[in-house]
């Protein structure tokens, strides 16, 4: 069994891909399953947490005792997550949020025509990691006291994370490398987290929850 020290702590966690919609039927998405952030929350209430999963997008079922909020876009999972973090203790940003949108939607279907179609004009989306350590930097609520975020990386692994945690303002960063059959769609995962403050922890290859587990330790370490 786990030990219940996340008991009484209300935790955040973002979970899937966001859809950027082009017109009613047709939308900008990526492959995340949202395995990893259904694992932290399964794992977070097994440890005694109130948790608020904010779901883009996932084909999965309810995690039993965590209250789920379904949302599709950036916009959309930005006003929930901000809405849930009032109050809460940390915040764990598993979702793969588009960089950009579609500048504007439109409202019926696009036609195919016989000569090549308009291109797609994007604008960009906030960056609500970002934003959450931008606002307890500057005290401005809500903010969770524990901001915690995830990278996928192709190459230079952990210089680029470190500059991402950096830039982005938060306490924990798990980086993953992405390829060899592992993270997106697979059951397991294998990461560093890095620490804000120079301490950096490997995860070796094994299931979703392992890692769950182990963030939440970090998290854990950090509200005591
Ligand atoms: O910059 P990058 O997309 O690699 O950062 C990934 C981290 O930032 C993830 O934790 C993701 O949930 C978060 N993110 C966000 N808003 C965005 C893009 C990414 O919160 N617009």
């Known amino acids: 069994g786990r030990p219940a020290d996340l008991a009484g702590r209300r935790l955040v966690i973002s979970a899937g891909g966001t859809r950027e919609a082009i017109d009613p039927v047709r939308f900008i998405g990526n492959r995340s399953s949202g395995l990893q952030g259904y694992a932290l929350a399964r794992t977070a209430v097994a440890r005694g947490a109130e948790v608020t999963l904010v ?59 016989a000569d090549e179609p308009d291109a797609i004009h994007l604008v960009k989306n906030p960056d609500i990691l970002a934003e959450l350590g931008e606002r307890r930097r500057e005290g401005l609520k809500p903010y969770p006291r524990v901001i915690a975020g995830f990278a996928a990386e192709t190459d230079d692994v952990l210089a680029n994370g470190r500059a991402k945690l950096a830039r982005k303002g938060c306490d924990l960063l798990v980086v993953n490398q992405v390829g060899d059959g592992l993270a997106f769609g697979t059951p397991d995962n294998a990461a560093v987290v890095l620490v804000a403050g120079g301490e950096q922890v490997e995860i070796p290859r094994g299931p979703k929850e392992a890692l769950a587990d182990t963030v939440w330790d970090l998290v854990a370490a950090r509200l005591a």
């Open 55 to 113: 779901a883009a997008n996932v084909g999965l079922p309810d995690p039993a005792g965590a209250r789920v909020v379904r949302v599709e876009s950036a916009l959309e999972l930005r006003a929930a997550v901000l809405d849930a973090v009032e109050g809460a203790d940390a915040v764990v940003m598993a979702a793969a949020v588009a960089d950009f949108r579609p500048s504007a939607r439109s409202g019926s279907k696009i036609k195919k025509t």
